[in-house]
């Protein structure tokens, strides 16, 4: 299946802790993201890599790394997780100009629901 | 500061009750308009993207329009597998790159 996946589905750890999501995309796609999506719903983006380079670094805390190791892969590395970190954090992908009239649509993972106690 | 605001905030219809969903925003720059379609536990789903004020577009029972402060998701005889929640997002520009500002999205419920 073409896709954009993200690892763990589920994710509950204590306060402190260190913890990363993985996502993958076989979209061929050029540019990759990062939202979280509170309790109130509100998807806000966090990250956008293109070809691996960092474009897009929203006013996240630096508790939050992300690491692109290659175009289909963009991983999220979480330092001293907080009780506000508890969200649902989606991967997404875009094809980029190699998508012809498709080029803007971002595809989703099915996301990942962090729980911090 | 870009906003979008999408109202209601939930619907409840009928089968084969048609109505609409309101995305209103304030933005500096639209660089098209978005939307998807998210159900419970999964991610959204890409629907529509409109560039231009008087844009249409359709897909089954749905339709979308735009103008230039607000969009229009017109569902007509809805049917109750089209309940889920309507995320409008506009893509605005930003000094490093597009980005999406999304609203908090309509729950759309279709009784039968």
């Known amino acids: 299946d073409t896709a954009v996946s993200q690892t763990p589905k589920y994710l509950v750890t204590q306060m402190g802790n260190d913890k990363s999501i993985k996502c993958e995309q076989n979209?061929?796609?050029?540019?990759m993201y990062w939202y979280k999506q509170d309790s109130k719903k509100f998807l806000k983006i966090m990250f956008s890599?293109?070809?691996?380079?960092?474009?897009i670094n929203e006013t996240v805390p630096n508790r939050f790394s992300p690491k692109s190791p290659d175009k289909a892969h963009l991983n999220l590395h979480i330092n001293s997780l907080e009780l506000g970190d508890s969200a649902v954090y989606f991967c997404?992908?875009?094809?980029?100009?190699?998508?012809?009239?498709?080029?803007?649509?971002?595809?989703f993972g099915p996301g990942t629901r962090l729980t911090v106690l | 500061e870009d906003q979008v605001t999408q109202s209601p905030e939930a619907l409840r219809l009928q089968e084969g009750e048609s109505s609409s969903l309101n995305c209103s925003y304030t933005?500096?720059?639209?660089?098209?308009l978005f939307w998807y379609r998210q159900d419970p536990g999964k991610g959204p789903e890409f629907l529509f993207t409109?560039?231009?004020a008087g844009e249409e577009k359709e897909k089954e029972r749905l339709k979308a329009t735009l103008t230039k402060k607000e969009s229009f998701l017109h569902i007509t005889a809805p049917k109750p597998e089209d309940s889920a929640t309507y995320l409008c997002?506009?893509?605005?520009?930003?000094?490093?790159?597009?980005?999406?500002?999304f609203g908090a999205g309509t729950i759309l419920r279709v009784k039968s």
């Open positions: 997404a992908s875009r094809p980029g100009l190699a998508g012809g009239s498709s080029y803007n649509e971002q595809f």
């Open positions: 979209l061929g796609h050029d540019t």
């Open positions: 890599y293109n070809n691996k380079e960092l474009i």
């Open positions: 933005v500096s720059g639209l660089r098209g």
């Open positions: 409109l560039y231009s």
């Open positions: 997002a506009v893509q605005v520009r930003t000094e490093y790159g597009n980005k999406l500002v």
